[in-house]
């Protein structure tokens, strides 16, 4: 009765408020790293740049929480792009166990690729998919040793997974299919209008998000991030509610999209008029009449397909700016087929929901299609007109359209495509439709790109203002070291120290007037000849452990990087050695070195700064 309906209703509202603001609490008291889908973050972790707590401890303890809170409230978003964040997490945490990895920055880039690719298998089950995934999409630089170790580990993951049986039907994956049907010529037609509609959604998207993220940090909405979390909560659950398919978990509605119709399936999807006169089984009948309840389970889809798609725009990327880059993302997910796939793309939940949705909608008019050109043109060479109206059956058309618009969504926002179609391989089992899977992903990819070349995860580290070169740009510098570096002509001169004659108290007031990263070490400002480098994080440490534990150290106690100290008057304050901090062998260029040189070295060695000298 209606009491019972909404009851149900203000409970359904209810819980979503309360696992949301569950969630969204938790990462802003404990750990405001943990939010977002973190590929970006890891993106630009592997580049090079060190963003210290972000894969600490508490931001993998509040993540795996906040996780189950947040895709339990109901909001558009999935658990895959996190499972990257998560899976890093536990890699950074082991490598902290071990003095080899811990104090090699260049080593633990190698072991967080190989999570990358763990976090990929666990989410997808796809091991293979997952290597791909690290090293075409997140890694910036990926040897033959770390492809071993990535297989490797996604194979354990996997595994691990199996054994564990999670969802309880002995596969890794929750809406698992099969497809052993082959597929004909005529019928890549269909298949690449599905990539050119995955192209344009993922551009379409990507725009609107980041429009939509550019106005909230540039308005006062980012000022109120809980407010925010928990008002599209509420518009969230409101509206999802009374449509069943936006009510139920996507997972869920990913599993009955997916699967073919049985002889007993109670789905409206599946509402077709059999006649009892038919003496073939009903899976035999490929063109009975639609009943009532698949009329208005496509209404139901076509509206809850609209649904998804503005709600999801503004979902991802819900966050709070603590300090211009402490975001508070929100549990999301990330993950698609190419990196336009949205915040829970690469088969990211909200993402793969929109697609199948649109392929419902359409999945009455394909089979029409190719019976006509089965009857009438040259489709006749590849099949017999008997085989041909058994094949287009809306059973088989439905589940092949859902397979290919997932992929190609994901594509358009992700810009994926080698590891996307891999891991729909692995997915479904579809090692027959190999072919169609490369001609869609290639044909979005080529769509989205023609209105732009950056994916989901690429706009959002450069709506975040993150240091990230993209191994997949083309800089066509003609320009050398000399006409790039700074300081330049005019400017004030290089900020040096000196190895044995500057004090205590000059070396604070640099670092106080400055906001560089680190300080080169010269012989004396008269010779610039360069013996080290001295970071600044590191000198602020050192000094202030000085202060207290040595006795003699003041402000004006002369600070030296040489082996010996040098030669003071008698009455002179203690001297502070400094050398154990000093890089005696930065990365070096001269001044007449390309710049596209330059480039490629910063992008595959991860540099963060790099010294530009002359003789020395």
Not at 51 to 66: C, E, N, P, Q, S
Not at 600 to 609: M, N, S, V, W
């Amino acid at each position: 009765g209606a009491s019972a309906y909404i009851l149900n209703y203000f409970l359904y509202i209810l819980w979503a408020l309360l696992f949301a603001f569950l969630a969204v609490a938790l990462v802003r008291v404990f750990a405001p790293y943990a939010c977002g889908s973190g590929i970006p973050e890891i993106k630009t972790i592997l580049s090079g740049f060190i963003i210290r707590g972000y894969l600490g401890k508490w931001t993998l303890l509040i993540k795996t929480v906040t996780l189950v809170l947040v895709v339990s409230s109901g909001l558009s978003l999935g658990k895959e792009g996190p499972s990257v964040h998560v899976a890093c997490c536990c890699g950074n945490f082991f490598c902290s166990l071990y003095s080899k990895y811990s104090k090699n920055e260049g080593k633990r880039r190698e072991v967080l690729s190989a999570a990358a690719a763990v976090g990929v298998s666990v989410a997808f089950g796809a091991p293979i998919g997952g290597v791909l995934f690290s090293l075409e999409e997140v890694s910036y630089y990926f040897p033959l040793k770390t492809l071993w170790r990535s297989f490797f580990a996604a194979l354990v993951a996997a595994f691990t997974l199996r054994s564990i049986n999670p969802f309880g039907n002995s596969r890794l994956v929750l809406f698992y299919v099969e497809y052993h049907t082959p597929w004909y010529m005529m019928e890549l037609i269909p298949f690449i209008l599905l990539g050119v509609f995955g192209g344009l959604w993922g551009t379409l998207f990507i725009r609107c998000n980041i429009a939509w993220c550019r106005r909230r940090k540039t308005t006062s909405l980012g000022k109120y991030p809980v407010l925010e979390v928990i008002v599209v909560t509420a518009i969230t659950a409101i509206i999802a509610y009374p449509n069943p398919y936006t009510r139920r978990s996507t997972s869920e509605l990913i599993s009955e999209l997916f699967n073919d119709c049985r002889a007993l399936e109670s789905s409206q999807l599946c509402d077709y008029i059999n006649d009892i006169n038919m003496t073939r089984p009903v899976d035999d009948i490929p063109d009975r009449p639609a009943g009532p309840g698949v009329y208005t389970a496509m209404w139901q889809l076509a509206l809850a397909l609209v649904f998804k798609i503005i709600i999801t725009i503004f979902t991802f990327g819900m966050k709070m700016d603590l300090d211009r880059e402490h975001v508070l993302y929100f549990s999301n997910g990330t993950y698609s087929y190419r990196e336009n796939r949205l915040s829970v793309c690469f088969s990211d939940i909200p993402k793969m929901t929109h697609a199948l949705k649109q392929v419902r909608d359409v999945v009455r008019v394909v089979p029409s299609y190719v019976l006509y050109v089965t009857t009438f043109l040259t489709f006749g060479i590849w099949c017999d007109h008997v085989y041909a109206r058994q094949l287009p059956s809306e059973f088989r058309w439905k589940n092949l359209q859902s397979l290919f618009r997932r992929q190609n969504r994901s594509c358009g926002v992700t810009r994926m495509t080698v590891s996307l179609v891999v891991i729909m391989f692995e997915l479904t089992g579809g090692l027959e439709y190999i072919v169609p899977l490369m001609a869609a992903a290639v044909t979005s990819k080529w769509v989205a790109d023609a209105f732009g070349k950056e994916g989901i995860y690429e706009a959002h580290i450069h709506l975040n203002g993150y240091p990230f070169l993209d191994v997949k740009d083309e800089f066509t510098h003609r320009t050398l070291a000399t006409d790039v570096m700074r300081p330049r002509r005019g400017e004030p001169p290089l900020s040096v120290l000196t190895q044995d004659n500057m004090t205590v108290e000059d070396v604070e007031t640099l670092i106080k007037d400055t906001d560089y990263n680190g300080f080169p070490v010269v012989v004396s400002r008269d010779s610039e000849r360069l013996i080290g480098f001295a970071q600044r994080r590191e000198l602020i440490i050192a000094i202030k452990n000085a202060r207290q534990r040595q006795d003699g150290v003041v402000s004006n106690s002369i600070i030296y990087f040489t082996e010996d100290p040098p030669e003071l008057p008698a009455n002179s304050p203690h001297p502070l050695k400094l050398r154990r901090i000093l890089n005696l062998s930065p990365f070096t260029v001269t001044d007449h070195t390309p710049m596209e040189t330059v480039v490629d070295i910063f992008r595959k060695l991860g540099l963060r700064q790099c010294l530009v000298t002359r003789s020395g």
